[in-house]
């Protein structure tokens, strides 16, 4: 039985491998990106871009299913509500909204713990935190 269940489990592991779950860099215009001073780039860059931007660092395993479904997933729904890449296609209206967000989810639910567990180097410190909300230039929503 223990057989059985085991040969089920990775003929459905080795079949997943087909289904393509790949995650793109589309080319973009450098005059597009947001515009932030160069420590708060560097946070941004070393913290949020690999799902809020087109300059994905992809991971070698995100060509193993099922992390590579996870991972494009996450990616994509980054790039949905964030995209440092474009931000100059964002409305002014959009922008104020997204720097609201960005002043909220900095101080406790960016970036994902479970992208951390994989880049501690991603993890912000207290001061980054407090210059990145300090760089919103917003009051507390």
């Excluded at 995209?83 to 959009?94: A, L, M, P, R």
């Excluded at 900095?106 to 912000?124: G, R």
Aim: glycine content about 2%.
């Amino acid at each position: 039985m223990l057989k059985r269940i085991f040969y089920i489990t990775l003929a459905v592991f080795i079949g997943l491998q087909f289904i393509p779950a790949k995650i793109e860099n589309p080319q973009t215009d450098s005059s597009l990106e947001i515009k932030a001073p160069e420590k708060v780039m560097a946070v941004f860059k070393r913290s949020c871009y690999d799902c809020h931007s087109n300059e994905v660092n992809i991971p070698w395993y995100q060509s193993i299913a099922p992390a590579s479904f996870m991972v494009k997933n996450h990616v994509d729904l980054g790039r949905q509500w964030l995209n440092f890449s474009v931000w100059e296609n964002y409305t002014e209206k959009e922008k104020d909204k997204k720097l609201k967000g960005i002043f909220r989810t900095v101080y406790a639910a960016m970036p994902l713990a479970s992208y951390l567990s994989m880049h501690e180097e991603a993890k912000l410190t207290k001061d980054e935190i407090q210059m990145i909300r300090d760089w919103t230039g917003k009051a507390p929503y």
